[in-house]
């Protein structure tokens, strides 16, 4: 695939003022949040409910791209109309997640490495002829007094950026995901400084593995203070504090930065994001690159526990589903605001 191929792609994605939904959870975590929910976790309540998410009327008005899982990719609704079909019908672009999950890091207490390389050609190609059009790879990066540590940091850098030269080379816009975790007592300042440090990693193995940042997408943490940390900074700052990180670290060739919600309340995930794109992108274009979102737990959590497994609630949860992914559509034009959440 051409490099402009690629960048069509990446534009198509991020570029014109729509997000993309993650929901490509491992069958693992998806039955954790199943069980939170008070939900079997069974296959057929995972696929019930990426079935309910697929066939939410209006959900392409706000979301360009859907990340799926392996087990989902290839799945049908219960019409028979499969979940790519269904996704593409409603002018969403398929992706996949192709990494293998984080495991412990050797010799590197409390840190993990994601694995998932070893045969990612061959498996990349198999996803791209049932209609991926890009991927995505998810790094993980504990945060303490004591790390992260280079040798964490190096390797899941050199990892996402082999990842992403394999997209490319198989005709996939690699998502790139440093994730930079929100557990833990750390204040707003040392989140910022390990994520420039990462993000300057990540960016350093991308040039070196050759990957076209025309034709990727970061996926990053925004910049905040850890969930136990006794100061919890305001909108502003937090706004403030991301787009600094960002401009010290993503070139301005990448075209597009969705954010991951992190573990962050729907709500606060969109007050977050409008308040960037308020403060530094809309309407006046100062950054180089769109911010827009790429959330799972933000966009379907409120959404699962009211369907809690109900065939008579699949309508609710899917306005509940619809409203999130609507609040996150406004945010990218700065316009999310709290009366947005009122009955
Ligand atoms: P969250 O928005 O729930 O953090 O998930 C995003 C994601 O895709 C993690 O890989």
């Not at 890009?134 to 082999?162: G, S």
């Not at 309407?283 to 526990?305: G, N, V």
């Amino acid at each position: 695939m051409s490099p402009q191929a690629l960048a069509d792609i990446a534009q198509q994605l991020i570029g014109a003022g729509r997000g993309i939904l993650a929901m490509d959870e491992s069958n693992a975590t998806c039955n954790r949040r199943l069980l939170a929910a008070g939900i079997p976790a069974t296959p057929e309540a995972r696929h019930a409910w990426r079935e309910l998410i697929v066939t939410t009327p209006g959900l392409g008005d706000c979301i360009a791209g859907a990340i799926l899982s392996d087990e989902t990719i290839r799945q049908d609704a219960t019409d028979g109309t499969s979940f790519v079909k269904l996704l593409t019908n409603a002018a969403i672009i398929p992706g996949i997640k192709v990494d293998a999950g984080a495991k412990d890091l050797a010799l590197c207490p409390g840190e993990k490495i994601t694995e998932g390389l070893d045969g990612l050609r061959e498996r990349l190609h198999g996803y791209a002829a049932v209609g991926a059009r890009f991927a995505k790879w998810r790094a993980v990066i504990a945060l303490d007094e004591a790390i992260p540590t280079t040798a964490c940091i190096e390797a899941n850098a050199h990892a996402l950026a082999r990842y992403a030269a394999l997209c490319q080379e198989a005709g996939l816009v690699p998502i790139v995901e440093p994730e930079v975790l929100m557990d833990g007592a750390h204040n707003m300042a040392r989140c910022a400084a390990v994520t420039e440090v990462v993000l300057l990693t990540v960016f350093r193995h991308l040039a070196t593995q050759r990957v076209l940042l025309e034709g990727m997408i970061l996926k990053p943490n925004m910049v905040l203070p850890g969930l136990l940390c006794p100061q919890q900074d305001g909108l502003d700052d937090v706004a403030a504090a991301t787009v600094t990180c960002l401009l010290r670290s993503v070139p301005a060739a990448v075209p597009g930065i969705a954010f991951l919600s992190g573990g962050q309340s729907g709500e606060l995930a969109s007050a977050r994001l409008s308040t960037m794109n308020a403060r530094f992108a809309w309407p006046d274009a100062r950054l180089p690159w769109t911010l827009a979102f790429s959330f799972a737990r933000a966009i379907q959590q409120p959404a699962m526990e009211i369907w809690r497994g109900q065939p008579d609630q699949v309508q609710a949860a899917q306005q509940a589903l619809l409203h999130r992914a609507t609040c996150n559509h406004a945010a990218l034009r700065g316009e999310y605001n709290e009366t947005m959440e009122m009955p």
